[in-house]
């Protein structure tokens, strides 16, 4: 369906619909700016022209804000979070390496954001190498909550732990060791787990 569409117009056709999804209504020119990292609105102006004109998207009277999709699947397009360049800002466009879609029920009032699993360490957790784990953002976790964390400039999964000396990130196969920290900044706790056969 997108093969049509250039990397930049599926991330905006993305970020259309989520909104939708979310507020009900979409995004400004410039929240959409924003969002993808353009600077220039007639960029995202010609971009919404092109997805118009293919059809993803219809324009609905001339007021600000009537943009909607053609197709409006009940999804939600999560971002995929691959390398961590901007520190500062997680769901930083230059942190995003692609887009996940999920069922619009799994909080879609949430930020939300997909890791994607490289090892084996979340095993006896039903967490497999290449899962899809879908995260919520936020910085606070209960002891037993499933986190996505950053140590050491790199994003980890493990369960959280703290018993207020110490915290420790565990792993749930015995063949990892513990992460353990006076301070960890959590980032999010999962919330599911996707998997592609």
């Given at each position: 369906m997108y093969s049509k569409l250039s990397p930049k117009q599926t991330e905006i056709l993305m970020i259309i619909n989520n909104?939708?999804?979310?507020?009900?209504?979409?995004?400004?020119i410039r929240e959409i700016c924003a969002?993808?990292?353009?600077?220039?609105?007639?960029?995202?102006?010609?971009h919404i022209c092109t997805l118009e004109r293919l059809g993803f998207i219809e324009k609905r009277g001339l007021k600000k804000r009537t943009l909607t999709t053609s197709y409006l699947p009940k999804h939600l397009y999560v971002p995929?979070?691959?390398?961590?360049?901007?520190?500062?800002?997680?769901?930083?466009v230059k942190n995003i390496t692609g887009y996940y879609p999920v069922r619009d029920?799994?909080?879609p009032n949430k930020e939300l954001f997909i890791l994607k699993m490289t090892d084996?360490?979340?095993i006896n957790n039903g967490i497999l190498i290449n899962d899809y784990i879908l995260i919520q953002k936020q910085n606070i976790a209960k002891n037993g909550d499933i986190v996505a964390a950053f140590?050491?400039?790199k994003l980890t999964v493990k369960i959280f732990f703290n018993d207020k000396k110490n915290v420790r990130l565990q792993p749930s196969n015995n063949s990892y060791q513990p992460i353990i920290r006076n301070n960890i900044d959590v980032i999010g706790k999962a919330?599911?787990?996707?998997r592609t056969l």
């Open positions: 909104c939708l999804s979310v507020n009900g209504y979409p995004p400004s969002k993808t990292g353009l600077k220039s609105t007639s960029s995202v102006h010609a995929i979070l691959g390398k961590i360049v901007d520190c500062d800002y997680i769901l930083s029920e799994f909080s084996d360490s979340m140590v050491d400039n919330i599911g787990v996707f």
